[in-house]
Every structure is written in C-alpha cells, then in structure tokens.
C-alpha cells in the first residue's frame, strides 16, 4: 500500500495531526517510491506537521494582528524624505528590540509614509513568529472606553498588554480626553520594559499633552515611553501632495 486509507488518515488525526490528506498521501507515496525507512518517513511525517503548524499558526496571528493593506518597502522611496535614519529603520526590521522591551517611535509630518513604515515593521515581526496588535490609537481608546466594569476593561486591555508587539498608529490626529490620556499611559505602564509599542505621531513629545488636555498622567507617559526608545524622526513633504501636483 503506497497511499493511506480512511482508517490511517483517521488515525492520524486522532494523534492531532493537521496536516491535509492530500500531502499525507503524497509524503506515503514519495516515502514507498524511494524506500525510504520507518526513520526517515517518520522524519519527513514531522517536517511535514511542523510547516503545516507554522502556516496555520501565521495565518491566525497574522487575522489576530489587524494590519490591513499597506504598501511594501521596496516600494518605499527612500530619496523623499529630507532626513530619515534608513540605517536604524533597516535595523529595527531584525526585530531585536522586540526582546529588549525598547520602544519605538516613528515621527513626522502627515503623509510621510509613517503609517506603512511602521506596518512593515510589524509584518517582519510576524514572520519571526511574534504576536503583533496594530491599531490606530483613537481606535484603541475607543475600544477600552467602551468598558465601564472594571473585570471587562481588565479582559479588554489584556489585548492591547499582551502582543509581543503593539502598533499605535496615529497619536495626535485626533483629539482625545484627560481619560484617553489615563488609557495610554496604562497600556504603556504595563508593557513597560518587557514588551515594546510602536507609535507613530506628528507631535513632537513636549507637545503629547494637547492631545489629552488635563491629563496628569502625560510627563510620566512620556517618561515610561522614553526611558528605552528608538526615535525615527522623518523629515519629508506629503506623498499625497507630491502626487496631487
């Protein structure tokens, strides 16, 4: 017999092998063609299961992470800008500061391909096999505003504290609240130093506080954020200007 029946596959399954029949069939078939022995088929048998976990694994982070379309960097150009650090931003994309804890920020003005350069960021990240969350930071405050009871905000906030990665796109677009302010710096206090957030903004630090006005909580914000931060500041003209011309 050079292909599995139904019992086998059956079998099989009831093991927790996910693998589908078609390639089982396929690694039994290759395995009798080329005698390979009890060793080696069982060998090819895991290599099999390992890809089909991983694909599968990829597939659910990758829904999980939210990142939406979003342009790849080889269509990035990077002669636009006036001023960016390309040399740290390829840096940043071995993902080594994921481990450390350190923060990452991408700063400039709108239409500065912020928004993309931190997506790829987060795209790389899911590749090495790490949980990334991206959202924009009104919809993140949106979200957890939306939470009165305390057990249901902790359950909430725990999506936002957990990734191995968070992408808050979009500080100081939008105005928020005092409470919004008191949100961030939660998310914030609780990844601090142990698991890194990416922000995009068009704000300059000192200027954070307009985004939440009378929030108490912004210096220590800041501080919790800077204390292990990589600044990637972009000094360009919109793309979507330029391309309105």
Same mark, same amino acid.
């Given at each position: 017999?050079?292909?599995?029946?139904?019992?086998?596959?059956?079998? +099989?399954?009831? =093991? &927790?092998?996910?693998? @589908?029949?078609?390639? =089982?069939?396929?690694l039994f078939t290759h395995a009798t063609k080329s005698r390979l022995s009890p060793i080696e088929t069982i060998e090819h048998l895991i290599a099999l299961e390992h890809r089909e976990r991983e694909g599968?694994?990829?597939?659910?982070?990758?829904?999980?992470?939210?990142?939406?379309?979003?342009? @790849?960097?080889?269509?990035?150009?990077?002669?636009?800008?006036?001023?960016?650090?390309?040399?740290?931003?390829?840096?940043?994309?071995?993902?080594?500061?994921?481990?450390?804890?350190?923060?990452?920020?991408?700063?400039?003005?709108?239409?500065?391909?912020?928004?993309? =350069?931190?997506?790829?960021? &987060?795209?790389?990240?899911? /590749?090495? &096999?790490?949980?990334?969350?991206?959202?924009? +930071?009104?919809?993140?405050?949106?979200?957890?505003?939306?939470?009165?009871?305390? @057990?249901?905000?902790?359950?909430? +906030?725990?999506?936002?504290?957990? @990734?191995?990665?968070?992408?808050?796109?979009?500080?100081?677009?939008?105005?928020?609240?005092?409470?919004?302010?008191?949100?961030?710096?939660?998310?914030?206090?609780?990844?601090? /130093? /142990?698991?890194?957030?990416?922000?995009?903004?068009?704000? &300059?630090?000192?200027?954070?506080?307009?985004?939440?006005?009378?929030?108490?909580?912004?210096?220590? =914000?800041?501080?919790?954020?800077?204390?292990?931060?990589?600044? +990637?500041?972009?000094?360009?003209?919109?793309?979507? /200007?330029?391309?309105?011309?």
């Amino acid at each position: 017999m050079t292909t599995p029946n139904s019992d086998v596959l059956a079998a +099989l399954r009831s =093991l &927790g092998l996910r693998a @589908p029949g078609d390639a =089982l069939t396929a690694l039994f078939t290759h395995a009798t063609k080329s005698r390979l022995s009890p060793i080696e088929t069982i060998e090819h048998l895991i290599a099999l299961e390992h890809r089909e976990r991983e694909g599968r694994n990829l597939t659910q982070r990758t829904r999980l992470a939210t990142l939406g379309k979003f342009k @790849p960097l080889d269509q990035f150009d990077w002669n636009h800008p006036r001023q960016i650090d390309r040399a740290l931003y390829e840096q940043l994309l071995n993902c080594e500061f994921i481990g450390t804890g350190a923060n990452v920020l991408l700063r400039g003005p709108s239409g500065t391909g912020k928004t993309s =350069l931190a997506q790829n960021i &987060g795209f790389i990240a899911l /590749q090495m &096999g790490h949980r990334v969350r991206f959202t924009t +930071l009104a919809q993140a405050l949106a979200d957890l505003g939306k939470h009165d009871s305390l @057990p249901a905000f902790e359950r909430r +906030l725990r999506s936002y504290t957990k @990734p191995e990665l968070l992408i808050l796109d979009e500080l100081g677009y939008l105005p928020a609240d005092a409470r919004g302010g008191d949100l961030l710096y939660n998310i914030i206090s609780r990844r601090h /130093q /142990q698991r890194p957030t990416v922000i995009t903004t068009n704000l &300059g630090f000192k200027h954070w506080g307009t985004t939440f006005p009378g929030a108490a909580c912004v210096a220590a =914000l800041v501080d919790r954020f800077t204390q292990s931060c990589h600044v +990637l500041d972009i000094d360009a003209d919109s793309w979507r /200007q330029k391309k309105n011309r």
